[in-house]
């Protein structure tokens, strides 16, 4: 088979450029939407209703079907509802319950169409709940919905009915009717009245009421599994603040579930523990999301010296690897063996027999923490379609095609999502600052191709704010990078205005909402399309005019004449098109993040159509909680770059975090864009590692937009864009300067504001990188030095955000001093 070399790829790039129970008890059931909780007084963004995703190209073949209940369990209940008009003795209808739960017609109902937030539930008998291990297989039906976005579930492990609130904490396994939403299914914990997504997987199909499902539940120790139709859904551990034995329930939001049957039988057998990704070596910087570092192996490569996070190696089709220089350095298979490596393979693949050999030996073992890494697009496109869960990473560090034009990032991001990759090796003419920003807004994880030997030319390559640096020589990345002042950014975080600016105009999804954001120094625009009945994008949150306009209805069921009768009913103005928005930030530093919100099966290729109309490809990336349209996107649209919207939240162990954020974004190419609520800075350390980018939703607390950004976190959607105007983003001083002995150094500089403001200071911190002058320095980075000689350092500068509880440091390119 022929592949596509980096240099065809580009080639094809430039021709795109260029065109009856007992007695009610209490429970205090609380509303629940099934997403992970954010303190933010605004709406975040969530599902529409009428969303029906499906499963992204390229996903891995199903699991293996739930095993069959183990001979010798004991079955503690079985329940059919033939002969009975009410509810079986013992089993318990909450007195809270917004709807009703009933028998007849020989099926258990439960209907929660009363609310669609707040639960409708059954406790099973209250025995269950002395029981630890166990398994439920549940028949059920959704009969009818309130939206395709409501959900019914199993409950288990749950608290007593006397509990504050009653039940809590538990576990379910939560299925929504339109399953094959990203998060069509949810492993979640109930606790305090408010929900935790732990795992979310969307399922092959919606839930068809004229069709019954078997929802099965094992669960053994500290171990859960949930299997829908015999499908796994997730594999999880328990959190620890639930009960290690409790009750059992079911229960509904917004729909109506049909039970047919209930088995609760003994699980005797153990689950077997979770293969979770090495716990990776670092540099030991105390930079915030500093560049991950690739080594290249050789046979003496000392790498615990170099820093590095992934070793680079050359494999064939008998899956040895070898250095560069071709040395034997062994097996994939001993190499994945060795339980105290701290690095992930990067596997330099050449040629599909050795694709087809990792296939092959991925069937029988975990290939969930490994790179491929190739300059033939079309290879590794095979390979991940193979092997869904194995990353790639394109290499156009060879390329001589390439330069810093926009034309040239275009080339790279498009090939780099036609191979299913988030990952570009970047030649050196390409490793400078602005080429490196404009790969990121475009989400694309940029890691450099570097041989510098000097702190002073690894400086140069680190103050680009590349994600990655894949070094001829790791340990002179790694010297520079444990100098670094704490909270150090070498990479800007991204301002996204959510819907543009809320806060600064009080509408939403407007051209004037847009502008306020992008005047207060936002990088990113997010917004939501929808596409009208003569086929034109408009940008609309809800699937209804209602909340936002003086009108009412859907509005996919308006034509574009319509829908611009309408204005807000805050600043009476108009709906925008799409094109609009296209047309007034067109060749402007801007980026649009479009939320594909419409289940509509044409609304990608209308996107393709306005893009291309537009020529705005180069300022676009598509997000969703849709799977289905992330889906179309790469079928329809393969060169643009999209992120996975979700509501999961981080294990409290990074690396199972990582291996959950894995699962969600691998089958569709994508960023992890979470609710911020459930994201950690040590999921997003161990992340960056693997090339994963985090762009948490909605930060409306001052606070949590202040951490964040000193975490490094790669970009920010927030209704508050303006809280980051006057925060420097970029410094600037001479590249030569002279200093006295046993003198305080500091350097005058340039900061650069978010807004692009310029402001005359001093450094306030130094970082020393190289020199012959000897020096000491403080805690607080006080800086002197203590005789004459030479020195290389990177001046900063500390800024405190709002009330200084947080704060974070930004370095300039290295200077050269002059000790006297």
């Not at 402007?588 to 479009?594: E, S």
Request: with cysteine; aromatic share 6%.
């Amino acid at each position: 088979m022929q592949h596509t070399r980096i240099a065809a790829a580009i080639a094809v790039s430039l021709a795109l450029a260029a065109c009856g129970g007992g007695g009610g008890t209490n429970t205090a059931f609380t509303p629940g939407t099934g997403t992970a909780p954010a303190p933010s007084p605004a709406p975040a963004p969530s599902p529409a209703p009428g969303t029906s995703p499906a499963p992204a190209p390229g996903t891995a073949p199903a699991p293996s079907p739930a095993p069959e209940p183990e001979p010798t369990a004991k079955v503690l209940l079985e329940q059919r509802f033939t002969s009975l008009s009410d509810l079986p003795a013992g089993w318990v209808r909450p007195a809270a319950n917004k709807g009703t739960v009933g028998v007849r017609d020989g099926s258990l109902y439960i209907d929660g169409r009363a609310d669609s937030f707040a639960m409708t539930a059954v406790a099973l008998p209250p025995a269950l709940a002395e029981l630890s291990n166990y398994r439920i297989d549940v028949v059920f039906t959704f009969e009818a919905a309130n939206n395709t976005a409501r959900w019914g579930s199993v409950m288990y492990r749950s608290s007593a009915a006397t509990a504050t609130p009653a039940y809590e904490p538990y576990h379910q396994f939560a299925i929504r009717q339109n399953a094959t939403a990203s998060n069509g299914t949810e492993f979640a914990l109930r606790k305090a009245g408010a929900w935790t997504v732990q795992a979310t997987k969307a399922f092959g199909s919606a839930i068809d009421s004229a069709k019954t499902y078997t929802a099965t539940v094992i669960v053994h120790g500290n171990r859960a599994r949930h299997y829908l139709d015999n499908v796994l859904m997730h594999d999880v551990t328990l959190d620890a603040v639930a009960p290690a034995r409790g009750g059992i329930g079911l229960q509904t939001a917004g729909l109506l579930m049909r039970v047919d049957s209930i088995k609760v039988s003994e699980q005797l057998k153990p689950l077997p523990d979770i293969a979770t990704p090495a716990a990776l070596q670092d540099t030991g910087t105390a930079a915030a999301m500093a560049p991950t570092l690739v080594q290249p192996m050789a046979a003496n490569t000392n790498l615990a010296a170099s820093g590095a996070s992934n070793a680079l190696f050359r494999i064939d089709s008998t899956l040895s690897l070898r250095s560069a220089n071709g040395e034997s350095l062994g097996s994939l298979a001993q190499y994945l063996a060795d339980r105290n490596r701290a690095t992930a393979p990067v596997l330099r693949v050449a040629d599909d027999a050795t694709v087809d050999a990792l296939a092959r030996y991925a069937q029988e073992n975990d290939l969930g923490d490994v790179t491929l890494l190739s300059d033939q697009v079309s290879l590794l496109a095979r390979a991940r379609g193979l092997m869904p869960m194995a990353r790639a990473a394109v290499d156009f560090s060879g390329s001589g095609l390439l330069d810093a034009s926009t034309q040239s990032v275009m080339q790279v991001v498009s090939a780099t999502n036609k191979a299913r990759a988030k990952i570009a090796v970047l030649p050196p003419v390409m490793t400078q600052r602005a080429t490196v920003a404009q790969l990121q807004r475009l989400l694309i994880t940029a890691w450099a191709a570097s041989s510098a030997t000097t702190p002073s030319e690894a400086a140069q390559v680190l103050t680009t704010g590349v994600n990655g640096v894949l070094a001829s020589d790791g340990s002179v990345f790694a010297r520079v990078m444990r100098q670094l002042p704490a909270n150090t950014l070498l990479r800007k975080p991204l301002v996204i205005g959510h819907r543009g600016m809320p806060q600064g105009t009080g509408d939403e999804n407007t051209l004037a909402s847009a502008q306020a954001a992008v005047d207060a120094g936002a990088d990113v625009v997010e917004n939501d399309i929808y596409l009208t009945s003569d086929k034109h994008l408009v940008i609309m949150h809800d699937d209804t005019v209602d909340r936002t306009t003086n009108g009412t209805g859907r509005i996919e069921s308006m034509t574009l004449a319509q829908v611009k009768q309408l204005r807000t009913k805050v600043g009476n103005r108009e709906v925008p098109t799409l094109q609009e928005y296209f047309s007034a930030f067109k060749g402007r530093p801007v980026t649009h993040f479009i939320e594909l919100k419409s289940s509509n099966a044409g609304l990608v290729a209308q996107l393709k159509n306005e893009l291309d109309a537009a020529g705005t490809r180069d300022q676009a990336v598509a997000i969703s909680f849709l799977g289905d349209q992330l889906k179309r996107a790469g079928q329809t649209l393969p060169e643009l770059s999209t992120g996975l919207l979700n509501s999961n939240a981080d294990a409290s162990d990074p690396q199972v975090a990582v291996r959950d954020i894995l699962a969600a974004v691998q089958p569709y190419s994508s960023t992890d864009n979470p609710a911020y609520g459930g994201l950690s800075q040590g999921a997003m350390e161990a992340g960056k590692h693997r090339g994963i980018t985090f762009w948490p939703w909605t930060v409306n607390d001052q606070a949590a937009f202040h951490r964040l950004y000193s975490w490094g976190t790669h970009g920010i959607t927030t209704d508050y864009a303006f809280w980051a105007r006057d925060f420097p983003v970029e410094i600037a001083t001479a590249a030569t300067a002279t200093v006295g002995v046993n003198t305080a150094v500091t350097l005058p500089v340039t900061l650069t504001t978010q807004v692009g403001g310029s402001i005359a200071a001093q450094s306030n911190v130094m970082a020393v990188i190289d020199g012959t002058a000897p020096f000491v320095q403080s805690a607080e980075g006080d800086l002197r030095f203590t005789a004459a000689g030479t020195a290389v350092v990177l001046p900063g500068y500390r800024h405190k955000m709002g009330d200084g509880t947080y704060s974070y440091v930004i370095v300039a390119k290295p200077v050269s001093l002059t000790v006297r």
